[in-house]
């Protein structure tokens, strides 16, 4: 699936486009109806051109749009994937309405299910730091986290996810713990929230269903070939949320290294896929920096799990800045942060304007005109960024703020080519 377009829309001054010199025309058009108006102060184009959406990984998309020419004559809609060509000349200043496209990114979520999320009293945790509230199962908080996270960037991201192991996992000490399905439980596509919600065991599941290992480097493989398989343009990332330390190796030769040696293929395998461009963002769970004992209890021994998944979050290729490299969490609102941030840093909101506007200094975007932010950091709105030396010519805008969260949960966009008088 592919996010809506952007839609740009030029406005015209009085009755018409203004030429180059800066008179105006006596004609304009109101692009709502395709009707031409005589008696607008200004016509503004608000037809919504879209991408349409797919129903699987593959990207094929089809959609209706309508090109307006700069003289404000709307064409006969056409029905196909739209290429963002249309009859729009920079050099004049008129009225058309503009494809963007923006590439929704490809996101599998990869959940931990193993027994530790919901045992006794491991498992449970404080996950509103009040003392008089009871405490709850890590998944009951992992689920009420992917629900809201899902839910959210429904529209604006494609996504799946992959549980490890398998709700079909026992928790025998034997490979019966560590078997994770040859296929994700839902494979990437657009708005799938619901998909996903119905996938994976509920928020009060107990220990009769959540059982097993950590497999998480199966896991981890079954999202990365689901991830080969969209198509090329699109971003894609895997969020890989774990409370331990993986086992379950592959090709291991007796249970107790199955079980109690911890399985480095983790890091090497997403650094693997860092290097195909599928990038991990990692997250913990109640991550403890100490050094496990060793004790045949089905856990890797003399492991430090921290020092672990800082080196899995830098080989996946999006590591945090500082010492802590992945999103350690200890609570639910700590879980939900992370989650968020990574889902934000995943939709830019980084817009090329092209075709490229013949007055930058007037653009527009919807609803914060045209007055630039100077801290994207700290205020709403929207700014110009340099030049990208990769893309020499093309103007780019950053969005800051809320314009930038509503656009990373809509998909939407409305930018405003504006002309010179156009007041």
Request: hydrophobic share 35%.
């Amino acid at each position: 699936m592919k996010r809506s377009a952007c839609l740009l829309s030029l406005m015209s001054a009085l009755t018409g486009a203004c030429s180059d010199d800066g008179s105006e025309s006596n004609s304009a058009s109101n692009s709502n109806s395709n009707t031409m108006s005589s008696n607008t102060l200004t016509t503004l184009t608000t037809l919504t051109a879209t991408e349409g959406e797919s129903s699987s990984a593959s990207g094929t998309s089809a959609g209706t749009t309508s090109d307006v020419s700069a003289t404000g004559t709307a064409s006969e809609p056409t029905t196909g994937p739209t290429s963002g060509n249309t009859s729009f000349d920079p050099d004049d200043c008129g009225e058309a309405v503009v494809d963007i496209p923006i590439v929704t990114p490809s996101v599998m979520l990869v959940l931990d299910k193993s027994g530790s999320m919901v045992a006794d009293p491991g498992g449970f945790w404080d996950h509103d730091q009040d003392p008089m509230t009871p405490t709850i199962t890590r998944w009951n908080s992992l689920y009420s986290v992917v629900d809201l996270i899902v839910n959210n960037f429904n529209n604006s991201m494609n996504l799946g996810a992959v549980l490890f192991p398998a709700k079909t996992a026992t928790s025998s000490y034997s490979e019966a713990a560590c078997v994770v399905g040859g296929a994700p439980d839902v494979p990437i596509a657009g708005m799938n929230a619901a998909k996903i919600l119905g996938a994976i065991p509920g928020a009060l599941t107990d220990a009769t269903v959540m059982k097993g290992g950590t497999p998480a480097t199966k896991g981890l493989k079954v999202a990365i070939t689901e991830l080969e398989g969209a198509p090329a343009e699109q971003p894609k990332f895997m969020i890989f949320v774990t409370d331990g330390a993986a086992n379950c190796q592959e090709d291991a030769p007796d249970t107790t290294t199955l079980f109690e040696m911890y399985d480095d293929n983790v890091a090497t395998t997403v650094a693997a896929a860092a290097a195909m461009g599928i990038k991990t963002y990692v997250v913990g769970i109640d991550i403890s920096q100490v050094v496990s004992g060793a004790a045949k209890d089905g856990n890797p021994d003399n492991t430090n799990t921290y020092e672990k998944l800082n080196l899995v979050a830098e080989a996946g290729g999006v590591p945090r800045p500082g010492d802590e490299k992945f999103f350690n969490t200890t609570n639910q609102d700590e879980l939900q942060s992370a989650l968020n941030m990574i889902s934000m840093q995943i939709l830019s909101c980084v817009i090329d304007l092209e075709p490229t506007p013949k007055y930058p200094d007037f653009v527009e975007v919807v609803p914060y005109g045209k007055k630039q932010v100077t801290d994207c950091m700290t205020e709403d709105g929207w700014m110009y960024l340099p030049e990208d030396p990769m893309k020499p010519g093309v103007l780019r805008i950053e969005l800051c703020g809320k314009a930038c969260s509503d656009f990373q949960m809509s998909g939407d966009l409305d930018v405003e080519y504006r002309c010179p008088q156009s007041g």
